[in-house]
């Protein structure tokens, strides 16, 4: 292999695949890079035919980038018979549930196909109870699921408040029947969400009857390598252990200081017990080739992650407090300057309303600010700011459409579009047409962009990029009137979005969840304002094994050269113990 391994590194790529192993990468650690050689040694020496290997991961990107660079070492052979990389949920559904289905869920399919059909919980079906549940009414059948581990219920309504009190409710027996039954119905009628896919798999491990296939799924995938093991939930574990007892070895590859998955019943604890129960190798990756040692250094600190080395130490401060009277967006432009030097500045935050104080003032656009900002963030070499700009763009197109039906989770494409990738590539090519036309000129007032704007948006229907199907749901468009907003007439469009374009361009943003994996020259963490939640830095720094630490340290990780905290102004006795983790303060 060309690429030169650290003998840590070695040490994985060379382990014994007929044993369990657990890889303990640090930050940075080139786990990826590491995974993939893994993956390509096994398959270039495999004679375990006509078994295979398995190599999950738990997101698309994260699956598409290790098979790239599996396919790198193998010389673009491809990845065939009989391996498999792809997603957990995309395994189990493939190798267990379907072949399965119609002894799990009754539902016989059509023309000898009884493969299920996965839904979102935006999906447009009316499988529901039969009675009205705890108070919240009749619930529809894909807006919950069973946590068989745990023997409790999961609720997505579309309404966290609906969810809380309905999770919160102690259930009638006749309630819960009622809820098995209407699930019973989804299930027979040939549909299923993820949830749902997960409590079948666990259904056929558990079920005698199925015994005879699992066994020969057993030896079909003899190993099993999971990376970002820390993210494995309670029934994965289980489904997990009920292979390794017929003989499938597994392999874990991740670092549990970064498990940041707590709402999907994600506990690293559980992670760690299962690798000490089941006698796991355990090996380590403590060389960071990402930070310098002086963020290493106060990583450390966060959550107890001792030991990992670093690129060079500097002797200038790398670990930066900005500190903000009422809003973050008061220091934008020290921000600017500290990372004057860094090409990839990224602002990360817990959640998504501290990203968008950068972005405007306006808290609850309308219809017509939603299409100003649309246009202003549309940048397509940012995909946080993009994914926002879409998803603005859409809630203004469902506003003046009209539709009953939309898919709320997919920028809101309307039911009658069956593909969700052409309708999001009609809001790229829209939005390219406006920007292209003069949209972004947001230095305008308002009744000259609003003219402007509504003479383009009118055309859109009769664009190249509009294909039939989309025309035909674009129709109302040709009539649209757009009107300024009240009392806007003397004001520019900019001025009332309360955006500077100069210091949206200056950096990128993300959640923490979104920074996952990510590199960055410098990160940018705020802070929020008030404490006694993880998206404030006292909790980050309250007790090392909480997941508000783990989502510290996550973020903090993130880059080369420059990390900086933003914070509400501090105390005295804060300002000491900000430094007393390595941080100099601005």
């Known amino acids: 292999m060309a690429t030169e391994f650290t003998l840590e590194q070695l040490a994985y790529i060379d382990s014994n695949i007929d044993e369990h192993v657990f890889l303990e990468a640090c930050p940075g650690s080139g786990k990826t890079e590491v995974v ?57 559904f493939k190798n267990l549930v379907s072949p399965l289905s119609t002894e799990l869920t009754g539902y016989r399919g059509e023309n000898r196909d009884a493969s299920l059909r996965i839904i979102e919980p935006d999906a447009a079906l009316w499988f529901k109870t039969k009675y009205g549940i705890a108070g919240q009414g009749k619930i529809l059948a894909h807006h919950y699921g069973f946590d068989s581990i745990n023997e409790s219920l999961v609720f997505n309504t579309g309404s966290s408040l609906r969810d809380r009190k309905l999770k919160s409710a102690k259930l009638k027996d006749w309630e819960f029947n009622d809820l098995l039954e209407a699930k019973k119905k989804l299930l027979s009628g040939g549909f299923a969400t993820y949830r749902d896919i997960q409590g079948l798999a666990v259904q056929a491990l558990s079920d005698e009857d199925c015994s005879e296939y699992v066994e020969l799924l057993a030896k079909r995938y003899p190993i099993i390598i999971i990376d970002e093991c820390q993210d494995l939930s309670d029934e994965q574990l289980f489904i997990l252990k009920k292979l390794s007892d017929l003989g499938v070895k597994l392999h874990f590859i991740g670092d549990l200081h970064q498990a940041i998955y707590s709402f999907r019943d994600v506990d690293p604890i559980k992670v760690k017990h299962f690798v000490q129960e089941n006698k796991f190798l355990q090996l380590q990756l403590t060389r960071n080739f990402r930070s310098c040692q002086n963020i290493i250094d106060l990583c450390s600190q966060l959550t107890g992650r001792k030991s990992i080395t670093g690129n060079v130490s500097w002797f200038d401060p790398r670990c930066l407090v900005v500190q903000y009277q009422n809003c973050p967006t008061e220091v934008t432009e020290i921000l600017s300057d500290k990372c004057a030097d860094y090409s990839n500045s990224v602002l990360v935050s817990r959640g998504h309303s501290l990203i968008r104080k950068f972005q405007s003032s306006i808290t609850e656009p309308k219809h017509l600010e939603k299409l ?12 946080n700011k993009l994914k926002q700009s879409l998803k603005y763009f859409s809630e203004f197109l469902r506003y003046h459409l009209k539709k009953e039906v939309y898919k709320p989770n997919s920028f809101n494409c309307p039911e009658f579009i069956e593909s ?47 294909t039939d199907s989309i025309r035909c749901v674009m129709a109302p468009l040709d009539k649209v009137n757009l009107s300024s907003p009240t009392g806007s007439k003397q004001n520019t469009v900019s001025s009332t979005l309360g955006a500077k374009k100069a210091n ?83």
């Open 36 to 92: 993939a050689a893994k993956v390509a040694k096994e398959i270039d020496s495999w004679v375990k035919f006509p078994g295979g290997i398995a190599a999950l991961s738990f997101s698309n990107s994260a699956t598409n980038e290790l098979t790239n660079r599996v396919i790198k070492y193998l010389q673009k052979r491809g990845i065939q018979y009989p391996h498999f990389i792809g997603t957990f949920d995309s395994f189990i």
């Open 372 to 383: 100003a900002l649309s246009v202003l963030l549309f940048e397509p070499s940012d995909f």
């Open 420 to 466: 969700n990738l052409q309708w999001r590539k009609f809001l790229h090519d829209a939005l390219d047409y406006l920007v292209a036309n003069g949209a972004q000129n947001l230095d305008s007032k308002w009744p000259e962009w609003t003219k402007n704007i509504k003479m383009l948006v009118r055309s859109l229907p009769e664009q190249h990029f509009c």
């Open 504 to 586: 949206l361009s200056v950096f990128k943003s993300t959640t923490i969840h979104g920074a996952k994996g990510e590199t960055h020259d410098a990160t940018i963490v705020i802070s929020s304002a008030s404490g006694g939640n993880d998206s404030n830095w006292k909790s980050w720094l309250k007790e090392p094994d909480s997941e508000a630490a783990r989502f510290a340290y996550v973020a903090s990780s993130r880059p080369r050269h420059l990390l900086i905290w933003v914070v509400k102004t501090l105390t005295a006795i804060e300002t000491t113990q900000l430094r007393s983790k390595g941080f100099t303060i601005i």
